[in-house]
């Protein structure tokens, strides 16, 4: 079993709908971040949390440590948003060292 | 301020030749930090530098790959004799190493072994 785990791993969705990408992890975090990658492109990072919640522009970000979960949402979806996006944590402790583990991504696709 | 520069963005190499692969940190960024994307797999830690220190290399397979982050210049990750198998995206990514403010990634390095 992974230690962070996705779902979906695909999602279409039409343009304008509200979108919910969700990450489990099975190890102590001292952080999670929210990644985006596009076809063929780099890696942007959108967020990165310890706790609660984090919202940029369209984008909300949310975090239960208890639970081990997060959320990346997405509101009024546009075609632009079509990317693979990617959770990653960073364990705890870490003692500076600050390598991430990753999640396989869910391929977003969100039709005009 | 440039971000994370990764070079060359594409690169393919005959099976046996050596790929290096060049990485330079955000300006005032200390670590650097080495992720191998297989195709159709999720991103693997490779291997974890400072300044002419290798502090983890867990993730770097035991033969033919290597890492460098000399005092002067680029952080540069080399694989020798490499085989179809090493074709992959390679990113880095650097942070500044104090009190933590995030990754920056580069736009990676695609490799391609024919």
């Known amino acids: 079993k992974n230690e962070v785990e996705q779902s979906p791993q695909n999602l279409t969705a039409q343009e304008g709908e509200f979108i919910t990408i969700n990450c489990s992890y099975s190890v102590g975090i001292s952080a999670l971040h929210w990644l985006q990658q596009h076809p063929g492109g780099g890696i942007v990072s959108l967020f990165m949390l310890s706790s609660g919640k984090k919202k940029h522009g369209r984008l909300i970000a949310t975090i239960n440590i208890q639970e081990k979960h997060s959320s990346l949402h997405i509101t009024a979806s546009h075609p632009r948003d079509s990317a693979v996006y990617i959770c990653?944590?960073?364990?705890?402790?870490?003692?500076?060292?600050?390598?991430?583990?990753f999640g396989t991504g869910t391929r977003l696709t969100i039709i005009p | 301020n440039a971000g994370v520069m990764q070079n060359p963005r594409h690169l393919v190499r005959r099976r046996g030749q050596e790929a290096r692969l060049r990485c330079s940190p955000m300006?005032?960024?200390?670590?650097v930090y080495w992720y191998r994307q297989l195709p159709e797999e999720g991103l693997k830690f490779m291997v974890y530098l400072q300044k002419e220190n290798i502090i983890d290399e867990s993730g770097m397979p035991k033969e033919r790959f290597s890492a460098e982050f000399p005092k002067e210049g680029p952080s540069i990750l080399r694989i020798q004799q490499v085989v179809r198998g090493d074709s992959a995206a390679y990113f880095c990514a650097s942070s500044p190493g104090q009190e933590w403010h995030g990754y920056t990634f580069g736009s990676g390095t695609r490799l391609t072994v024919v």
């Open positions: 300006k005032g960024h200390s670590h």
């Open positions: 990653a944590v960073r364990s705890y402790p870490n003692f500076g060292n600050e390598k991430l583990t």
